[in-house]
């Protein structure tokens, strides 16, 4: 079972993460990464409520890894590194405007009081999901010379949604219980903001963006224009999960 946790309530002080020489090259080391990150960061920083997610995520892809789970175990493990290596870039910016635009909203967000742990896991999530996948399934494909297209790939990809949709609903229900029991508007309101997100369909829309960003892949100016939208897609739904309620 994926454990999500991730401390509430007063002020967030943030703390600068570890520096690192070079990107990661394995499952493992991704997890490691995190792990440091998450030492490093107060509970109750956004960030690190993502990342706590995060961690649970590739520990249940590394098992998997090693049992035979996946038909193309290093095709996917390629693709989890140069994945997490793009959140790893966004975490390393030494200043909010310094990310990704997708990433900015948690970044310049995550100190903030009044908005609740869930609220910027799943922001995290989408925005790794929505913008960093895309961009990564079609850089590891280019690096692995086959389309995204190719059979395998595309099952393996499914696959992993057993695993990040166990990921969201613990998310979800670690706030949602004592929402419950509250019994407070707040936590109501929380509740129904999150509730317009959907895990599955930010995977269908990442396929989507990832085969049209494969189809212009030779085409620079048609990519900065896609790409460039894409971030501003995702930070604008970032932004709504990040609402003080």
Same mark, same amino acid.
């Given at each position: 079972?994926?454990?999500?946790?991730?401390?509430?309530?007063?002020? /967030?002080? @943030?703390?600068?993460?570890?520096?690192?020489?070079?990107?990661? $090259?394995?499952?493992?080391?991704? @997890?490691? /990464?995190?792990?440091?990150?998450?030492?490093?960061?107060?509970?109750?920083?956004?960030?690190?409520?993502?990342?706590?997610?995060?961690?649970?995520?590739?520990?249940?892809?590394? =098992?998997?890894?090693?049992?035979?789970?996946?038909?193309?175990?290093?095709?996917?493990?390629?693709?989890?590194?140069?994945?997490?290596?793009?959140?790893?870039?966004?975490?390393?910016?030494? #200043?909010? &405007?310094? &990310?990704?635009?997708?990433?900015?909203?948690?970044?310049? /967000?995550?100190?903030?009081?009044? @908005? #609740?742990?869930? =609220?910027?896991?799943?922001?995290?999530? !989408?925005?790794?999901?929505?913008?960093?996948?895309?961009?990564?399934?079609?850089? &590891?494909?280019?690096?692995?010379?086959?389309?995204?297209?190719? /059979?395998?790939?595309?099952?393996?990809? #499914?696959?992993?949604?057993?695993?990040?949709?166990?990921?969201?609903?613990?998310?979800?229900?670690?706030?949602?219980?004592?929402?419950?029991?509250?019994?407070?508007?707040?936590?109501?309101?929380?509740?129904?903001? @999150?509730?317009?997100?959907?895990?599955? =369909?930010?995977?269908?829309?990442?396929? !989507? $963006?990832?085969?049209?960003?494969?189809?212009?892949?030779?085409?620079?100016?048609?990519?900065?224009?896609?790409?460039?939208?894409?971030?501003? &897609?995702?930070?604008? $739904?970032? =932004?709504?999960?990040?609402?003080?309620?």
């Amino acid at each position: 079972m994926l454990m999500f946790g991730c401390g509430t309530g007063g002020s /967030r002080v @943030i703390v600068p993460s570890p520096s690192a020489d070079s990107p990661i $090259t394995s499952v493992d080391e991704a @997890i490691a /990464r995190m792990e440091a990150l998450d030492k490093a960061w107060p509970a109750g920083d956004g960030l690190a409520c993502f990342n706590r997610m995060y961690i649970g995520v590739m520990q249940q892809i590394a =098992q998997r890894l090693s049992q035979g789970f996946f038909g193309d175990p290093a095709t996917m493990t390629h693709l989890d590194v140069v994945f997490a290596n793009l959140y790893f870039d966004a975490a390393d910016a030494a #200043e909010p &405007a310094g &990310a990704p635009s997708a990433w900015q909203p948690l970044l310049y /967000r995550r100190a903030d009081a009044g @908005i #609740e742990p869930v =609220q910027f896991a799943l922001a995290g999530m !989408n925005t790794h999901i929505s913008h960093d996948l895309p961009i990564a399934i079609t850089a &590891a494909c280019a690096e692995l010379s086959f389309a995204p297209t190719a /059979r395998v790939f595309r099952d393996d990809y #499914e696959k992993i949604d057993q695993v990040l949709d166990a990921a969201e609903q613990s998310a979800r229900e670690s706030f949602e219980s004592g929402a419950i029991l509250a019994a407070d508007a707040h936590l109501r309101a929380v509740i129904n903001l @999150i509730a317009n997100w959907n895990l599955n =369909q930010a995977r269908d829309v990442a396929w !989507n $963006t990832a085969l049209a960003l494969w189809e212009v892949r030779d085409l620079p100016v048609a990519r900065e224009l896609l790409l460039a939208s894409l971030g501003q &897609a995702v930070a604008a $739904t970032s =932004q709504l999960l990040l609402v003080a309620l």
